[in-house]
């Protein structure tokens, strides 16, 4: 509830109009496919949302590759349950779990081949991978998700929460990813009109920027919200690239 996906489909947005190439994969969804946060952010990025063959026995439907045609974004949900719980929980129920070493070599495998269709375009390609619920929510096998990912050696994007304990939660979480050697390379906040944003400048290491997002809007609302804020997922996408830059020198 603190716009993760929210966050993916302004960094897609800005990404499109900066002419890259873009990836969001969403390794485990619930509710699906009611709830799909492949389905927005390909909506809102004019991309093509794909699914997997785990994902599409939820939605009965046939399964969809990720990289099929010359779209320049795609969304593809990869393994994904009915039920609307927690992952651990959704995939004890529905008798079809996923070993955490599955979902890291599909994750692998994903990004490789993205890298590898992309390899000759003029500008570096974007990938985004969300995670479903925070840093510390327990994966299909019931670890928690900064460790089933963490082989992956990816940097990280924290979505902190602008609203009341916020500061706890985003603190709680940015220590969570730091102690497992993620490299936290920029975090984003909507302002709620509690300044959460303000306190978490002097709690983390300075070198942690901060983007600050409009409050998080109403149901119905995003595209409206999406729009106001593009300034700042521009900024954002290039201190993105930035940071790229950065670990490869």
């Known amino acids: 509830g603190v716009g993760k996906t929210l966050v993916s489909g302004g960094l897609a947005q800005a990404a ?71 992952p651990h929980v959704s995939a004890a129920l529905e008798g079809r779990p996923v070993m955490d070493e599955e979902i890291v070599r599909m994750t692998g495998k994903y990004l490789q081949e993205f890298a590898n269709k992309t390899c000759r375009s003029d500008s570096r390609p974007l990938a985004l991978i969300e995670t479903a619920g925070g840093v510390a929510s327990p994966g299909p096998s019931g670890n928690l998700q900064c460790e089933l990912l963490r082989a992956l050696r990816l940097p990280a ?7 009341l304990g916020g500061i706890s939660t985003t603190t709680a979480a940015y220590e969570s990813l730091y102690a497992r050697g993620y490299d936290i390379v920029a975090i984003a906040m909507a302002d709620d009109g509690l300044a959460n944003h303000k306190a978490m400048v002097n709690i983390l290491p300075r070198q942690t920027p901060i ?3 409009p409050a998080l809007p ?11 804020s593009k300034p700042a997922f521009d900024n954002l ?13």
């Open 157 to 163: 994007i924290l979505v902190g929460d602008g609203s």
């Open 218 to 228: 109403l149901q119905g609302e995003a595209d409206a919200w999406l729009e106001k």
């Open 237 to 249: 996408v290039q201190q993105l690239i930035n940071s790229h830059e950065g670990r490869l020198e």
């Open 211 to 213: 983007t600050i997002l």
């Open 16 to 86: 499109r109009r900066a002419g890259t190439p873009t990836l969001f994969l969403k390794p485990v969804q619930t509710g699906f496919p009611e709830d799909s946060d492949a389905e927005f952010v390909a909506r809102v990025a004019k991309g093509v949302e794909t699914m997997g063959e785990h994902a599409a026995v939820a939605a009965s439907t046939s399964p969809s590759g990720p990289f099929e045609g010359e779209t320049p974004m795609w969304a593809h949900t990869m393994y994904a349950w009915r039920k609307a719980a927690g």
